[in-house]
């Protein structure tokens, strides 16, 4: 993903999601050595991002709290991946994501992040991958990395709205 796209990716994210707080912690915890809660009110956002691109968030509505963005184009191969980190260092490296028993590791760009002082981690996943498949189908996805809380989705309105993202990806 260019590194303009990849602004306009988070500013739609901030932008979908209120984008109003800037006093909330990150969501990824650097030091515990179980999986962190989620903030309160995180759930899964389905909107339109820039140049006709789909965009599944998943975030505090109202702030800028973002733990994990998908987005596609219609009819695509693959969906774009963003979500920041607390560890990492500049180049390339691998964001693990797991839904059920599906698991994969995806080659991702890390570049410092300004929004939360970590890394920012993009690329892209085959839109026929397995975790998103099940993820399509449950509702569950977990971020291995830093040990992050599960972005779950909660409610049927959730579930909802990431059957239409995929819908959509597929066209």
């Known amino acids: 993903m260019k590194r303009q796209g ?5 500013a739609a994210s901030a932008a979908v999601l209120g984008a109003c707080s800037t006093t909330t912690a990150p969501p990824m915890s650097m030091t515990s050595p179980k ?8 759930k899964w ?7 006709g691109k789909m965009m599944l968030a998943y975030g505090v509505p109202a702030s800028d709290v973002v733990g994990l963005v998908f987005s596609c184009e219609r009819k695509a191969k693959s969906v774009g ?3 920041d980190l607390a560890r990492g260092k500049a180049g390339a490296g691998v964001v693990r994501l797991n839904s059920g028993k599906a698991q994969g590791r995806y080659a991702v760009q890390l570049t410092r ?17 397995v975790v998103l498949a099940a993820f399509e189908k449950t509702g569950l996805i977990s971020l291995v990395e830093d040990k ?4 779950d989705a909660r409610s049927a309105a959730e579930r909802a709205d990431i059957k ?5 990806c597929r066209g």
């Open 6 to 10: 990849l602004w306009l990716l988070l």
């Open 35 to 42: 999986a962190a809660p989620a903030p309160d009110g995180m």
């Open 45 to 51: 956002n389905y909107e339109r991002a820039p140049e």
């Open 81 to 83: 991946l963003v979500t």
């Open 113 to 129: 992040s300004e929004l939360t002082g970590g890394w920012e981690a993009s690329g892209d996943i085959p839109l026929a991958n």
């Open 148 to 151: 992050a809380y599960p972005q």
């Open 164 to 168: 239409r993202f995929f819908g959509f």
